[in-house]
């Protein structure tokens, strides 16, 4: 049985802990709180970061709610991933972390009933929607709790739970790589400034010392930060694997131009 | 014996990490940040989050600092709802959260005493007003490992604690209802930027998929925030039960140019 | 051994998650945030408010990562002080916190190896520099990890560690006084705008109620900030035990106009 349950948000604050006081009604398990403030109703950005913190966990039932559409018909999900479960709407933004997690994924529907938990216990399961703006706190958190509670091998019997083969996909854009050129797309922008392309770094791997021109612009690519004067802009390869944008103690989304979901155009020596 | 200390303050970072230090020098006990960016100094605010929250958890220890008093003679108090304990400055913001807690609440003054602690000994109890501007770190987070260890069965007879009749009030603004109509008041704007107000949503129950006045603005009233297009205004009743402004994925108090205190009439249709 | 591994960066979000998960594959034992907002990439400041919290903690092992150098031949560190262990980049800015807590303090480096972990056993140990951008979660996490696991009597004959002599030290500038007057530096604005000097407050403590003249600008001392109305400035000893610069429910570093590094001179009466 997962030890911790993992949670992330674009909630801010102070909704997150609703979730959490809602899970404790049931377990006192490690909650382990990854990211509250998630890009804002960005699925897509939210889904690149979830699918590089979460497989660093050992096996672990991860609430994720980044949820444009709570309230509407968009159905409430529970991904199985290896010895993972993740929970969260059925928007795409689970699907990347459970893709890295195992090569294969089973996905259950929570059924949800309507209106209000009689008396105290809110934590009844299969979960009702008390309310249709916050599924975090009235569906996800006891769901989180309820996967917990029986383990990824008892998903498949619980009877708040419909086995389903149907759920939205997510994928990040592909770069396109020809030879000596890239062009890749900027997946996500982190607090640092650092632009993550999809452009995996392999392709530069032994350019390290040299220059990359972006967009025609000639840079130098290194293995660190601080391997050019601070303010002064570079490329490196991340924590992530990909080519970053980057500037020695500034920002390289602004010295770049650059947001998540923009292009550009890489090429390096020969 | 409560077995979680949740700790709320509008102190940012990183003093919150001081009062948990001061707290495991007496205890292993869990501790759940609520939030540590409540409204800065705005006691009534704050006090309405605290409300919405705390009532999820199960029995706990609740320290919550909202003081710009502190270092005045505005006392210290230790507040008992049902099973819970709530501790902080007696300045009214523990007593709506209290209120929804439990329908009889007893108050007790905490009695520090001047001057630091000997050695290293910093979680005397009584506690020392070593400082005058952080009594979060030196009277609030002794007082709440004290009362983690006594239990709330142990407030009265407690050698640091005073029973007291007396102590600061806090009441939100009702709203007044009429008919098809109310006047009401924006008890909190949240980080999405909906505007809660503190009209009841049952009074606008039959009427959604319709619309509402709102200061003469007519605006759908759906159960969602995507029901209506993104960026379009609408009114939904939130996750506190309240009539909520609110824009989908975008700012409900910009759109309707509203913040926290401000008052706006409501009407709806027959 | 310490029961508690406390964490500190300038990561922001999401990226502390990821040094959570990797201690995670190790234990089970309580991780603690202390900030992930330290101030970005500046040493001397991170080093003064670690300084100010670590030592509140009971032993512990302590995770501080601002490290403006990742990945280039500066050292990662392990600092012995007393009970506590220090785990973060040869920079300096453990050694304030490590002085405070111990008399003595012993340096061991951390002997990371060059090239990524074989298979999922990410967290092998001695280190792997899997990424050169991210060694909180590569190095300084498994690290810590490590130590708590062999505690710090375990330290000197670890096959991962290296005692060593040679290490970066970190002083704060030291305030001039002389008779009624103090040249002092601010270490440090806090969130609420607290300008924090080195001048130690016993200097000031016989004139509280009077006046002290902030660069030719007479204010008044209090012990609390609401000693005075709000808005209007003061100076205060605060929780750190220094002079230090407020408005009541306002930003003193505003007021007068400081920013951390000024120096500013102060005179008080007789």
């Given at each position: 049985m ?34 509250h ?9 939210s ?18 709610v980044?949820d ?7 159905d ?12 969260g ?56 709790a ?36 890239a ?33 025609g ?54």
């Open positions: 997962a030890a911790v349950i993992t949670l992330s948000s674009d909630f801010g604050s102070p909704y997150p802990a609703a979730m959490r006081a809602v899970i404790r009604q049931w377990t006192a398990t490690e909650l382990v709180d990854v990211a403030d998630l890009p804002r109703q960005h699925v897509a950005e889904a690149f970061w979830l699918r590089e913190v979460l497989p660093y966990f050992p096996p672990a039932v991860h609430l994720a980044i444009p559409g709570v309230g509407t018909d968009r409430a999900i529970v991904v199985r991933a290896g010895a993972h479960a993740l929970i709407p059925d928007n795409g933004v689970l699907v990347p972390a459970a893709r890295r997690l195992a090569d294969r994924v089973d996905v259950y529907r929570i059924d949800s009933r309507d209106g209000a938990v009689e008396g105290t216990d809110r934590t009844a399961w299969p979960p009702r929607t008390e309310s249709a703006t916050f599924h975090g706190r009235d569906v996800f958190a006891p769901a989180a309820r996967v917990h509670e029986i383990g990824v091998d008892g998903l498949e019997t619980d009877d708040g739970l419909t086995p389903t083969g149907e759920y939205e996909s997510l994928a990040f854009p592909e770069p396109t790589v020809s030879g000596r050129e062009t890749g797309t900027v997946l996500a922008v982190d607090g640092f400034g650092n632009a993550v392309t999809n452009v995996p770094g392999e392709h530069v791997a032994d350019h390290f010392g040299g220059a990359v021109t972006v967009d612009r000639s840079v130098p690519l290194r293995r660190s930060y601080a391997a050019v004067e601070p303010g002064q802009p570079l490329l490196t390869v991340g924590s992530h694997g990909n080519v970053e944008l980057a500037v020695n103690q500034g920002r390289g989304s602004d010295a770049f131009g650059v947001d998540t979901g923009d292009q550009l155009r890489l090429s390096w020596g020969e």
